[in-house]
């Protein structure tokens, strides 16, 4: 008798821990695991982005998108600044290391890539981008592939004070008044210019887009140099691009050709230098050097035009899916929280120091630079970003040519002509 109450008390007690593991195990398959598929399954995404200037503020956001969705892990990844990020993304799915998001320019860069990229267009945030927002990923079906990371600009960035002690009362618009004011800021033993020659995207981008988009038709003018109807030599914006090009390198600190992002914007940020050909991308950089500098941004006059007074404004890039993510969902989950949350709102505007590209976001807490580029955009003194749609791998070879001009190893009329043959190559 004892030994049968024993052996009873025995299968109750295992009777005991099989409904317990059995009661664990199914609330576990039947928790709703947040925003993930998988229950209690924790999974991870790779972002690899491009941004170095918000790598940062990038990962505090995750840290906080990861509080609310314990079961998505996002592991952040940053190559940009002087690094070649496209070159790095390549080799990313070469080595099947696929990210799941990353960055894309769109236009010519989307046609690249867009067999590797998730339609986004029935996401919940694609009501509320802008009208420019939404033109770099939309393909000829009307398929939204990328989420417009904000809005940005590019000029002179200046510093106020030191145009002040000068004695510059008005900000150059025109490039006899550029070179007027870098002739008052070197007789005060003042440093013009912050040149960074050492960076392909500095001068064969950025600088370089200046006179495409200075064209009258921009588009019309890239198409026409695609089908031969337009040239590079002879072109009227091409020839008085060499004005801004010397003026800059003429008044630049020492050793342009070396000069890296870093270091580029350290110089103006210290003081150093009175302007920087960059964007209201560097004003995080900026201003952790020096928090009370007071700037603004002046545009990259090639002639005395009234239209040479417009400043270069658009979509920078694009978040992108993998389409052949394993956590796809997760990964929608995640875009739609940076533009919708109050928390991924908040990053974008007031950490970010970004210009939205969405109608639901108020573009407040920017800094100089950023209020700087609404000014500009509201009186719509703007020009294009062209560079999306050249031939891929021309900016590099663009810039190659640029550092060669500044070296002084060729003329002006073999730049161009280098230009020329770079395109017709490339096309």
């Known amino acids: 008798m004892k030994r049968f109450l024993l052996l009873c008390m025995s299968l ?49 956001m995750i840290k906080e998108f990861e509080a609310e969705h ?23 799915f070469a080595s099947g290391e696929e990210p799941d998001i990353f960055n894309n320019g769109g236009f010519k860069e989307l046609e690249l890539w867009k067999e590797k990229l998730a339609d986004l267009s029935g996401e919940p945030w694609v009501e509320h981008v802008l009208p420019i927002g939404k033109v770099p990923m939309t393909d000829a079906d009307g398929k939204l592939y990328g989420m417009p990371v904000n809005l940005e600009g590019y000029g002179f960035v200046y510093n106020k004070d030191l145009f002040e002690k000068a004695g510059i009362t008005e900000p150059p618009k025109t490039i006899d ?127 005395n035009d009234e239209s040479a007074g417009n400043l270069p404004v658009g979509v920078p890039n694009n978040w992108v899916l993998n389409k052949n993510s394993e956590h796809l969902e997760e990964a929608k989950t995640f875009l739609d929280w940076m533009v919708s949350s109050e928390t ?24 100089d630079l950023g209020t700087s580029i609404l000014d500009y955009s509201k009186e719509e003194k703007t020009i294009p970003w062209t560079w999306f749609k050249w031939p891929d791998g021309a900016n590099k070879e663009f810039a190659a040519a640029i550092q060669e001009y500044a070296a002084g190893k060729i003329d002006y009329d073999t730049l161009l002509e280098r230009f020329q043959s770079s395109w017709d190559n490339l096309k």
């Open 177 to 303: 008044e550029l070179k007027e004011a870098a002739k008052k800021l070197e007789a005060k033993k003042i440093t013009p210019f912050s040149a960074g020659y050492g960076e392909w995207w500095v001068i064969g981008q950025h600088l370089l887009n200046i006179p495409f988009a200075q064209q009258e038709d921009p588009e019309a003018f890239i198409a026409g140099l695609y089908d031969g109807s337009e040239k590079i030599v002879g072109n009227k914006q091409f020839k008085e691009f060499k004005e801004v090009l010397d003026t800059e390198l003429k008044y630049a600190n020492d050793n342009p050709l070396t000069t890296d992002y870093n270091t580029q914007v350290t110089l103006f940020a210290s003081g150093e230098t009175a302007m920087l050909q960059q964007g209201n991308w560097t004003e995080n950089m900026i201003t952790e050097i020096n928090p009370e500098i007071n700037m603004g941004f002046l545009p990259i006059p090639i002639s």
């Open 70 to 92: 314990p079961n998505i892990k996002v592991k952040l990844e940053t190559v940009g600044g002087g690094a070649d990020y496209g070159a790095a993304l390549k080799a990313k």
């Open 344 to 367: 991924g709102k908040r990053y974008i505007t007031e950490e970010f120091a970004f210009i939205p590209a969405f109608d639901n976001i108020e573009p407040a807490g920017l800094g």
């Open 12 to 60: 109750v007690f295992v009777f005991g821990i099989m409904a317990g593991c059995s009661s664990k195990e199914t609330a576990k398959d039947g928790e709703s695991g947040g925003d993930s598929k998988s229950g209690d399954e924790v999974v991870t995404l790779n972002f690899f982005q491009f941004k170095v200037e918000i790598a940062d503020q990038l990962q505090a």
